[in-house]
Nanobody, 125 residues
């Protein structure tokens, strides 16, 4: 069974950086889609960045140019490099995985069956 464990969150000032990691255990196929989602209190979960079945990356408009998603398939780790953080980035960040999917999955977190417990990111102005 697939397990995802996020780490790397914390409290930072606006303009600073964080790198989130998601350790993956269990079988992950090359056709799997993985991504990062976030949820702020009182708001719905939203897609942040994704690597789809074809290794295409896609980002939410709000983070383009600031965030970079990558993965180390050998080590089974998914990363999210977050630069130039803004207070509006404050949220619980989750990594997720599903089987075959295209990058449009960033719009529909409900299709992801595997989720981590989340790591909190807080950005102060």
């Amino acid at each position: 069974q697939v397990q995802l464990v996020e780490s790397g969150g914390g409290s930072v000032q606006a303009g600073e950086s964080l790198r989130l990691s998601c350790a993956v255990s269990g079988s992950i196929a090359s056709t799997d889609c993985m991504g990062w989602f976030r949820q702020a209190p009182g708001k719905e979960r939203e897609g942040v960045a994704i690597i789809d079945t074809y290794r295409t990356t896609r980002y939410a408009d709000s983070v383009k140019g600031r965030f970079t998603v990558s993965q180390d398939t050998a080590a089974n780790v998914l990363y999210l490099q977050m630069d130039s953080l803004k207070p509006e980035d404050t949220a619980m960040y989750y990594c997720a995985a599903t089987r075959w999917a295209t990058a449009t999955a960033i719009r529909t977190p409900s299709i992801f069956p595997y989720w981590g417990r989340g790591t909190q990111v807080t950005v102060s102005s």
